[in-house]
Structure formats: C-alpha cells, structure tokens
C-alpha cells in the first residue's frame, strides 16, 4: 500500500515540476499545504487506511475478551464516560474526496465518499445517539460553524440513502477505482460489500421493525433478493498490511501488551466449553502450562482472568503463571492478518439472523454454517502456524459439538444465542465495537459483571460540544434523554 502511494506522490512532483516551468511567476504565491485540487485517488487510500485500522483492545475489554492487572480499566468495569468527534475529522477528507470526485465526474469515488460517509455516521450515532448529520461539515462551504443536532432516525434514514445511492453509482460505473487498497479497484466487489453493510445497518435496526418509514423487513428482503452480496472470503472487505514501516499490522510491537494485559477467564471458558480450536489462535498458553509440557492444543493449556474479580487479586494468579496472554503473533508478526469491516463470516450470520427472525427466506443452519466454516477457513489463511488447527475438517468436527451444532436447538431464542456466540467468539481483534453493540441489541453472549452494574448503553457527548454548540447539544439531550441527562445508560432511540 505505501508503495503505491509513492507512486502518486512521485507523480504529483513530476506534474508540479512541469507546470512550475511553465506557470507565471505570480502563480507561485499558490500555498502548497493547500493545493485547491487533487485526484480523488490521493485521499482515498488514505481514508481507506484510517478507516480500517483495528480499533484497539477497548472494545475488547468491554464485551469480555481482556483484562487489565495493573488498574482499574474503564472499559472493563463499565466505568467509562464521553467519547470524542474526531471521526468528523476523517469524515472532512471524505467530504473533499466528493468534492474532487465531483469535479472530475467520477461516480465511482463519489459512491465510495458516499459509502465512507454512511460507515463514519453509522459508528458515530451508535456511540452517542443524535449527532450532527445534516448540518455537519458545511463549516468550509457554508460557514455552519455550530450544526444542529438530527434524531437518530433521521441520521439512520441518511445512511441507508447514502448506501442504496452508493451502490446505484458502482452500477453505473465499470471504471478501475485508483488508489483503492481494499478491492485493487473493482466495482463489483465493492458493490457487493456495501449491499452486505447496508444489511448490516438494517439488522441493526431490529427493534424498529414496526416503524413504517424505515420499512426494515421489506428493504431487507429487498436487498438479499435482488443486490450482489459477498460471496466468499474472497470477497471480504479487509485491510491488509505489509512489513513496511507506516503499514504494519496495527497493534504491531504494541507495548501494552506487556505484563498487565491478559485474557479474559469467561472468553476462554466459551472456547475450551465449546473445544474450538480458535483459541490456539488468540491466546497464549498459561507459563505454568508451558512448564508442565502441555500442548498447544490441549485446552487445558489455557486459563484466564475474571473480568469483575478486583484487578489485584487477578494479578496475582497472573504472576503465579496462572492466566493466558494474547497471542504474540498479534504483536510480534508485523502482517498477521487483515482488519475485516466487512466479512462473508459475518454477512452469512446477519442472514442466518435474519432467516431466525423471518425477515427471508432461507435456511439459517445453512447461514451459520457457512460462516463458522469461513471463519476458519480466513485463520487458517492468516494464522498459517496454527492452520492445522482450524482445517476444514476440524470446522466439520466443531459444528457438531452440542454446544455449536445449530440442529440440536429449538426455538429462535436458542437460534438466536447461537448465532450471537459465533459472531462474537471471531470478533477477537476483530470489528472493533460492533460485538457490544450486537450484545447490547439482543442481550447475547451475557457479559459477566458485578453485582447491580449494567453494561453502559451510549457515551456522553464530548466537552468540546458544550463550549462550542451548547444550544445544540443541550437540546439534542434534552429531547432524547430529559434535560440535563447525558450519561452512559440513557438508552438511545435504537435499543428502544
């Protein structure tokens, strides 16, 4: 990727180079850290490349997956407060990438502006509820410089027009998409990846299947029955790192994963009850187990710590050897595997849900089968070390365990769990936040914590909205949640 943008880079120069020559001197007075046009290629693999990033372990630590020994993290005990609008900041690039998009009449950049737009909002209004839509990033064009706030109907309503008029543009336009790292360019698979996200965002919306202006049902069966969708791995939509400085694998040689950081005890317990193989994958052996000569796949080898259990006290069973650690293929290999935003895996389970709830008509043990076989397949491609592990006979032999075997259970409740639990158990480093919010949906897996303490719903607004859109964000508070009542577990308009 960063040899390709090089290449651009080197020929911005050479054009620059020509044009000086040639150009009136009073051309020079042009500011080059603010060049008025570009190619929309230029900005696009950048934005591709924020987007994209793995999002962390803050996530992680929040849906049961990590925990911290030498404090009390936030996320781990539920004690977090405001999140940030620095995605308005990538979203400013989107918006310029349109813009010379626009000039050059490419529909195809402007689709992808269009899909960016509705990924950064989709995030965006998840996190808080109501935000700026609408009135958002018109600071440069039209001087709105403290935007209204939009319910969260109405930015949902948004991002579903901008997905449906991002896939109409990629039909209408065959073109190579230049400086795209995703696709090496190719419509088509973009097409299928944003009808598949467009899903994604509508079984999100399960609580509102009654309102008649989203139509969710229909606009579902709609898009499953008529639109490309991803077939395979082949069609993920993935980012990809190369052993280059500036595009490694995110948490490369992160350092915070050194003595503090360890696995959650009621992740592990889900594999090793379930005897999937992905744990070798994620997880480290205990040191003790390593001494004792276990193997790498005895599950026994394995063992984490309590995620409510006062931190100290999980630091010590640490220290006697007792807890598992990531995997260090995750810090040590600079390219160990792609960041999915958009996989088969997952697609195959949102239609397995969607068959569970009768949204189609399709089988859900086949939907789910599917994707357990994929997520597989996808580790024993990037995890070539451990690929013995998660074969095509070994994801054969894990579909019949009682615990995963789809045929064993009745009623779309235990359906339901199921599909959950597969959605979950691969989102390790994977897919950042989405796993919360599907917990926070459907109420699987549960989440171990402390006595009388909820999984937070939203985050409080940043403090920059207070000092510099007070009206706006007050009243934006104020019509969702009552007046003064911003905080954690104020339930946002979708879970309602």
Same mark, same amino acid.
């Given at each position: 990727?960063t %040899?390709?943008?090089?290449?651009?880079?080197l020929?911005?120069f050479l054009f620059?180079?020509?044009?000086?020559?040639?150009?009136?001197?009073?051309?020079?007075?042009?500011?080059?850290?603010?060049v008025? *046009?570009? =190619?929309?290629?230029?900005?696009l693999?950048?934005?591709e490349?924020?987007?994209?990033q793995v /999002?962390g372990v803050?996530?992680?630590?929040?849906?049961?997956m990590?925990?911290?020994?030498?404090? *009390?993290n936030e996320? +781990?005990y539920?004690?977090?407060?405001?999140?940030?609008f620095?995605?308005?900041?990538?979203?400013?690039?989107?918006?310029?990438?349109? /813009?010379?998009a626009e000039?050059?009449?490419?529909?195809?950049?402007?689709a992808?502006g269009?899909?960016f737009?509705?990924?950064?909002?989709?995030?965006?209004? %998840?996190?808080?509820?109501?935000i700026?839509y609408s009135?958002?990033?018109?600071? /440069?064009?039209e001087?709105?410089y403290?935007?209204?706030?939009d319910s969260?109907? /109405?930015?949902?309503?948004?991002?579903?027009?901008?997905?449906?008029e991002?896939?109409?543009? %990629?039909?209408?336009?065959?073109?190579?998409i230049a @400086?795209?790292?995703?696709?090496? @360019?190719s419509t088509?698979q $973009?097409?299928?990846?944003?009808n598949s996200?467009r899903?994604?965002?509508?079984?999100?919306?399960?609580?509102k299947?009654?309102?008649?202006?989203l139509n969710?049902?229909?606009t579902?069966?709609g898009i499953?029955n008529n639109s490309p969708l991803i077939e395979?791995?082949?069609?993920?939509?993935q980012?990809?790192f190369i052993?280059?400085?500036g595009?490694r694998y995110?948490e490369?040689n992160s350092?915070?994963?050194g003595?503090a950081r360890?696995v959650?005890?009621t992740?592990?317990?889900?594999l +090793?009850?379930?005897?999937?193989?992905r744990?070798?994958v994620?997880?480290?052996?205990?040191r003790?187990?390593k001494?004792? @000569?276990l193997?790498?796949n005895d599950?026994?080898?394995?063992e984490?710590?309590?995620?409510?259990?006062p931190?100290?006290?999980?630091?010590?069973?640490?220290?006697a050897g007792k807890v598992?650690k990531v995997?260090?293929r995750?810090?040590?290999?600079?390219?160990?595997?792609? =960041?999915?935003?958009?996989s088969y895996?997952?697609l195959?389970?949102?239609l397995a849900?969607?068959s569970v709830?009768? $949204?189609i008509?399709?089988?859900?043990k086949? =939907?789910y089968?599917n994707?357990?076989?994929?997520?597989f397949e996808f580790y024993?491609?990037?995890?070539a070390?451990?690929?013995?592990?998660?074969s095509?006979?070994?994801?054969e032999a894990?579909?019949?365990?009682?615990l995963?075997?789809?045929s064993?259970v009745?009623?779309? *409740?235990?359906?339901?769990e199921?599909i959950?639990?597969?959605?979950?158990?691969?989102?390790f480093?994977?897919g950042g $936040?989405?796993?919360?919010f599907d917990?926070?949906r459907?109420?699987?897996?549960?989440?171990?914590?402390?006595?009388?303490?909820?999984?937070?719903?939203?985050w409080?607004?940043?403090t920059g909205?207070?000092?510099?859109?007070s009206a706006?964000?007050?009243?934006?508070?104020t019509s +969702?949640?009552?007046e003064?009542?911003d905080n954690i577990?104020?339930?946002?308009?979708w879970?309602?």
């Amino acid at each position: 990727m960063t %040899l390709i943008m090089k290449k651009y880079i080197l020929t911005i120069f050479l054009f620059a180079l020509i044009f000086s020559s040639c150009s009136d001197l009073t051309e020079l007075n042009v500011n080059p850290n603010n060049v008025p *046009e570009t =190619h929309p290629q230029l900005l696009l693999t950048n934005i591709e490349w924020n987007a994209f990033q793995v /999002e962390g372990v803050d996530p992680m630590y929040a849906s049961r997956m990590v925990v911290q020994t030498d404090g *009390e993290n936030e996320n +781990q005990y539920y004690k977090w407060s405001r999140a940030g609008f620095e995605n308005y900041d990538q979203l400013r690039n989107v918006t310029k990438m349109i /813009e010379e998009a626009e000039r050059i009449e490419s529909p195809a950049y402007i689709a992808l502006g269009k899909f960016f737009r509705a990924y950064y909002f989709f995030g965006l209004t %998840l996190t808080f509820g109501d935000i700026p839509y609408s009135d958002a990033l018109k600071g /440069e064009t039209e001087e709105v410089y403290t935007p209204k706030y939009d319910s969260q109907k /109405e930015v949902f309503k948004g991002i579903l027009n901008e997905l449906t008029e991002a896939d109409e543009l %990629l039909a209408s336009d065959n073109s190579i998409i230049a @400086g795209d790292v995703i696709y090496n @360019g190719s419509t088509s698979q $973009w097409r299928k990846a944003v009808n598949s996200f467009r899903l994604k965002v509508l079984m999100m919306l399960s609580k509102k299947t009654t309102d008649t202006d989203l139509n969710v049902i229909a606009t579902f069966a709609g898009i499953y029955n008529n639109s490309p969708l991803i077939e395979s791995n082949a069609d993920n939509g993935q980012l990809m790192f190369i052993d280059e400085l500036g595009s490694r694998y995110t948490e490369y040689n992160s350092s915070s994963y050194g003595s503090a950081r360890y696995v959650d005890s009621t992740f592990i317990q889900r594999l +090793q009850d379930r005897k999937d193989p992905r744990l070798f994958v994620f997880c480290g052996q205990t040191r003790v187990a390593k001494e004792n @000569g276990l193997a790498i796949n005895d599950f026994a080898a394995y063992e984490g710590g309590d995620p409510i259990a006062p931190y100290n006290e999980v630091n010590l069973k640490a220290a006697a050897g007792k807890v598992s650690k990531v995997n260090l293929r995750y810090t040590n290999d600079p390219t160990t595997e792609p =960041h999915l935003f958009m996989s088969y895996s997952e697609l195959q389970l949102i239609l397995a849900e969607a068959s569970v709830r009768g $949204w189609i008509n399709s089988s859900a043990k086949e =939907h789910y089968e599917n994707a357990v076989k994929a997520s597989f397949e996808f580790y024993s491609t990037y995890a070539a070390e451990y690929a013995g592990f998660v074969s095509n006979a070994a994801a054969e032999a894990y579909l019949a365990e009682p615990l995963v075997d789809f045929s064993k259970v009745a009623g779309n *409740e235990a359906k339901l769990e199921l599909i959950m639990m597969q959605k979950y158990i691969p989102s390790f480093l994977q897919g950042g $936040w989405r796993m919360y919010f599907d917990q926070l949906r459907t109420g699987y897996p549960v989440f171990r914590t402390q006595e009388g303490v909820t999984p937070p719903v939203r985050w409080m607004y940043p403090t920059g909205e207070y000092q510099n859109n007070s009206a706006n964000v007050t009243a934006a508070i104020t019509s +969702q949640y009552g007046e003064s009542n911003d905080n954690i577990r104020a339930t946002p308009w979708w879970l309602q």
